[in-house]
């Protein structure tokens, strides 16, 4: 492999708190390591339409805090055909570009990984969602800021509970994957959980509820993954009402907020982290991975497991979830 003098940078798929704090890490790793870095605005749309700028420790200063991503993040459909990888290939070429970093989630590193194997590109992915559901890490960057906005949010909601003697719905990302919803739901101390992992009977959050209301606090809350078999928070709604008829419940979806907002201080030093381990990495040759932490240790992650591969569940979290609750 030849010597790396110049990689590319960039952010794909949703954004995700920390993705700042990595681009910054991988500009001053490569300062560290005498490379230069190109930032590539709006993932692989940047890539096809040549957007593409230098990025020096300077640019990257004073963004460690912020939320979002500073290259920004679109969908491009022209990376999914093999004429639109073969113009991005020819632009990074053009831009003298050796290797690329990506931050983002399996979408990301499926184009990353056709990219390397079409062209023999190197290409190191850091994984960047709040779902935390990628193989290869314990935890991904922007996954616990999400789990801190979501508890926050259900604090606020339960104050409001509790006042009115009110049950309340609440539904937070993970269309596939209920980890946001797991981790949240037990450090707010929800009456029931829900998620796309495992099967949730009517009859046990019937008598969750049951158990939850009482003459001391006549007020439950509810969490529910957006993936869930129920189809989200206004479908529980619906199985709600039909039991507790005389109850006043309500539905609060979280949404978007839950990707926004400062990075946490467990984000921050684990994208800086990655960022660095991404750009040393490269230096001695690896390629078509993602770099993750497991057991606080750095990992390297061939894309396609990390890509076909599902995060293994935590069942017991689960089952001591549902013990607090009760």
Do not use: W
Request: net charge neutral; with cysteine; glycine share 12%.
């Amino acid at each position: 492999m030849t010597a790396i003098k110049k990689i590319g940078v960039l952010t794909s798929g949703g954004d995700a708190p920390g993705m700042n704090a990595a681009i910054r890490a991988v500009v001053k790793a490569a300062s560290h390591f005498n490379i230069e870095v190109l930032g590539v605005q709006k993932g692989y749309y940047g890539l096809i339409h040549d957007i593409m700028t230098p990025l020096s420790n300077q640019a990257v200063y004073n963004i460690i805090h912020r939320g979002g991503t500073i290259l920004k993040s679109a969908r491009c459909l022209e990376f999914k055909t093999p004429e639109g990888r073969q113009t991005a290939m020819e632009n990074l070429k053009k831009n003298e570009v050796d290797a690329l970093v990506v931050i983002g989630g399996d979408g990301t590193f499926t184009g990353a990984r056709l990219i390397g194997k079409e062209f023999g590109f190197p290409v190191v992915g850091l994984p960047g969602t709040i779902d935390n559901d990628l193989y290869g890490t314990d935890y991904t960057i922007g996954y616990d800021t999400a789990v801190n906005t979501v508890v926050s949010a259900v604090d606020k909601i339960r104050d409001t509970a509790h006042s009115h003697d009110r049950i309340f719905i609440v539904e937070v990302m993970g269309r596939d994957a209920g980890f946001i919803a797991l981790r949240s739901g037990m450090a707010s101390g929800a009456e029931k959980i829900l998620i796309p992992e495992t099967k949730t009977y009517v009859n046990e959050l019937i008598e969750s509820l049951k158990t939850g209301l009482n003459e001391e606090d006549n007020s439950a809350i509810v969490i529910v993954a957006e993936g869930s078999e129920y189809g989200g928070a206004m479908e529980v709604k619906k199985i709600v009402n039909d039991h507790f008829p005389d109850y006043d419940t309500r539905v609060s979806i979280l949404g978007h907020m839950q990707r926004g907002g400062a990075p946490s201080a467990f984000d921050r030093v684990l994208a800086s982290g990655l960022g660095f381990q991404a750009v040393k990495g490269l230096t001695e040759g690896q390629h078509g991975v993602m770099v993750g932490s497991i057991n606080r240790k750095i990992v390297f992650t061939p894309f396609d497991k990390a890509i076909k591969y599902h995060k293994s569940f935590n069942v017991e979290l689960k089952n001591i979830a549902e013990i607090l609750s009760a």
